[in-house]
């Protein structure tokens, strides 16, 4: 698809949503891309083998569950529905593209599921 049309999609996608379905599907989404930061630890180690991609993984996950926190104080001042879909799909890592849009995926299906 397209990136114009899928930052369309999603952005549109995230402006229906009410704060409360932001928050729940941020979550689930963060839920999601923890499990490609799993990817990240060295196998049978207590260490991290791919540094760059955990890092890049950890500050997506910073600004969906700051949206989350905004969203959850009610507070006027946060990212546009645009906005997000950028910071949430759009990476010049082709890990965390492919990984970022699985997780968006699946966390569109669960918030269209619940309502």
């Known amino acids: 698809m397209e990136i114009n049309k899928r930052s ?3 952005a549109a996608f995230l402006a229906a949503l009410s704060d409360a379905e932001q928050v729940q599907f941020l ?3 963060s839920f999601e891309l923890t499990i ?3 990817d990240t630890y060295a196998v ?3 260490s991290v083998d791919k540094i760059d991609r955990l890092r890049l993984v950890n500050e997506v996950l ?4 700051g949206q989350c926190d905004k ?3 009610g507070e ?5 529905a645009e906005e997000m879909a950028g910071i949430l799909l759009h990476h010049d890592s082709e890990f965390l593209a492919a990984v ?3 997780a968006f995926e699946r966390s569109r299906e669960a918030a269209e599921r619940a309502r």
């Open 36 to 38: 490609a930061g799993r």
């Open 44 to 46: 049978g180690e207590a």
């Open 76 to 80: 006027e001042r946060r990212f546009s």
């Open 71 to 73: 969203c959850l104080r």
């Open 8 to 10: 369309r999609d999603a």
């Open 62 to 65: 910073h600004r969906a569950l």
């Open 27 to 29: 979550v689930r989404f």
């Open 100 to 102: 970022a849009e699985h």
